[in-house]
């Protein structure tokens, strides 16, 4: 990849270009990590989430210590009803 610049908003955003996009296989949603190396800035892509953080999103409102192997059947439908909860129109 070759040399990529953004522009910073006066709000304080920026813009990832195209190039840096497809490199780190950026989506919308997708989370990025900023990391100080001495005087420079670090830009990356954030880890994958872990199994434990799948199950928390997906089985928040189980009870505490209830922590058993899930079915295929469960584990649709908690990603069902997340997607449903996350896109629902107030």
């Known amino acids: 990849m ?3 610049e953004s522009k910073l908003t006066s709000q304080g ?3 990832v270009p195209a190039a840096v996009r497809k490199f780190l296989h950026l ?20 880890k994958r989430h872990s199994t ?3 199950h928390q999103a997906l089985f ?8 058993r192997a899930r ?3 469960e584990l ?3 990603i069902r009803q997340r997607m449903q909860k996350r896109h629902a129109r107030d």
Do not use: H
């Not at 928040?60 to 922590?67: L, S, T």
């Open 76 to 78: 649709k439908q908690g």
């Open 60 to 67: 928040a409102d189980a009870p505490p210590g209830m922590k």
């Open 52 to 54: 434990d953080d799948v």
């Open 71 to 73: 079915t295929l059947v």
């Open 27 to 46: 989506i919308p949603g997708s989370v990025l990590v900023w990391t100080q190396e001495g005087e420079r800035i670090v830009v990356g892509r954030a």
């Open 13 to 15: 955003q920026v813009s």
């Open 2 to 4: 070759q040399k990529a």
